[in-house]
């Protein structure tokens, strides 16, 4: 049915849905077998570019880890993003307030001036002028 409707997204869809990476896939079969505690000290020491502690993980996890720096964009900025994550988690308390509120007051504004712009509000009964 979908294809019919859109084929070139359907194709598209069933493309990323078979697409693989290999790269995180053999490193998630090289730690397959360890230690969850293990895995853990492997996966921050890869994340938090610790190459000394990296020197003992799996190639497949070690290739992994090196292939990053090559798939960031341009624009990435690690300073930046550790920056944010720190704020993020010093304020995780009132991010979901806010979260509600901003996501509230964007959606309200948006549902209100499509419903105008139908002028279904002035021309359901009992609302006539």
Not at 7 to 29: G, K
Not at 82 to 88: G, M, P, R, T
Not at 97 to 105: D, P, Q, V
């Amino acid at each position: 049915m979908a294809a019919r409707i859109d084929p070139d997204m359907t194709d598209m869809y069933i493309r990323n849905l078979s697409t693989a990476d290999p790269l995180a896939d053999n490193a998630v079969a090289a730690l397959s077998h360890l230690p969850p505690a293990s895995v853990a000290c492997l996966l921050h020491a890869g994340l938090g570019g610790d190459q000394s502690r990296l020197r003992a993980a799996p190639q497949p996890l070690r290739d992994f880890f090196a292939a990053i720096p090559a798939a960031m964009p341009p624009w990435w900025n690690p300073n930046l993003a550790l920056a944010a994550q720190k704020s993020f988690h010093a304020n995780a308390d009132v991010f979901m307030e806010a979260f509600f509120t901003a996501t509230l007051r964007i959606a309200a504004t948006r549902i209100s001036k499509s419903v105008a712009s139908t002028g279904a509000v002035l021309l359901s009964p009992g609302l006539t002028g």
